[in-house]
């Protein structure tokens, strides 16, 4: 599992930021990428890196503003492109408007996609679990920015305890239908009468991961809920160091306030994104030195980075 940043810059491209987008790549466990918002320039930042668009099966949506969504229509109509694979559906998950905003898009610019979108739209009433596959579970709340806005709390289940194969052939179990057996819990006796306990050859089931990606928002207790034990958390930082007037007044938070939430959430890690084009590469330094002095796992994320869950 690793998330990849295609763009962390806040409110309009720059020349070392692109506007919001990044991937969950989920290959290993369930063959997909998940992506959080589509910027403006998205599917041209894709083009840096080794994410097939048709392995983009789940679009999260935090917001409608343009430095979130300008990119979508123009990714979903590209994504068609790739004549050679397979034609994937995608559900789009994201605030009401959503579905009106791509449609009518494609509708106007004549794009015919070959494959179906699903709309999944949220509102303050559908909140909670939306979305669970055998794998995986995400969870939406509402956060506090100037328009509708939303987190994602996205938890992989428990992982099955693995096979100590190894330790079974030592212990005289032929390799076949037997080892199914065990695999499957159940305790098997040799032929000579020695017992094969399962449980002695199982290891115990392996915690799931946790990942927190929250949309632009202010300091804020949904923030914390959704963030809670997360091995990865996800949060903008607009704004730097004593700037709490500007980040409250524009529905932002300082890299202080994100680092608050970290540490009163138990976050494993905080990755800070979303980050205004006037702080440059002293200033990036600094604002990650004033964070990690109150939380200190913390990272300032650049384009193209991928981090390693």
């Known amino acids: 599992m690793e998330v990849q ?28 990428i998940w992506m959080f918002d589509c910027g403006e320039g998205t599917q041209r930042q894709i083009l840096e890196t080794t994410i097939r668009p048709r392995k983009i099966k789940k679009i999260f949506i935090t917001h409608l503003h343009g430095d979130h969504v300008l990119g979508l229509p123009g990714f979903l109509a590209s994504r068609a492109f790739q004549a050679n694979e397979e034609q994937t559906d995608v559900t789009i998950y994201g605030p009401s408007g959503i579905k009106q905003f791509v449609m009518t898009s494609l509708r106007v ?15 303050d009433k559908n909140l909670g679990k939306i979305a669970e596959t055998d794998k995986f579970m995400v969870y939406a709340d509402k956060l506090d920015h100037t328009i509708f806005c939303l987190g994602y709390r996205i938890i992989q289940k428990d992982l099955e305890g693995t096979l100590d194969a190894e330790g079974l052939k030592a212990a005289g179990l032929p ?29 115990e089931p392996k915690k799931g991961k946790v990942v927190t990606v929250l949309g632009d ?41 994100a680092a608050q939430v970290a540490k009163e959430a138990s976050a494993k890690c905080l990755l800070l994104n979303h980050v205004s084009a006037r702080f440059l590469g002293r200033d990036i330094s600094q604002m990650a030195a004033d964070a990690q002095d109150v939380f200190k796992n913390t990272h300032i994320v650049r384009d193209f980075e991928e981090v390693k869950i």
């Open 217 to 257: 928002t202010r300091k804020t207790n949904a923030s914390v809920r959704l963030g809670l034990g997360a091995d990865v958390l996800i949060h903008e930082s607009t704004y730097g160091k004593g700037d709490e007037k500007l980040a409250r007044s524009h529905g932002h938070s300082t890299n202080i306030q």
């Open 109 to 123: 610019t004549g794009s015919r996609l070959p494959y179906h979108i699903h709309f999944v739209e949220l509102n």
């Open 5 to 32: 940043f295609l763009g962390t810059g806040a409110g309009q491209p720059a020349k070392q930021r692109n506007v919001s987008s990044l991937v969950l790549k989920l290959l290993d466990e369930i063959n997909e």
């Open 175 to 203: 390799f076949g239908p037997l080892f199914g057996q065990v695999k499957a819990g159940h305790d098997v006796t040799l032929e000579d009468g020695t017992l094969i306990k399962a449980a002695d050859y199982i290891s």
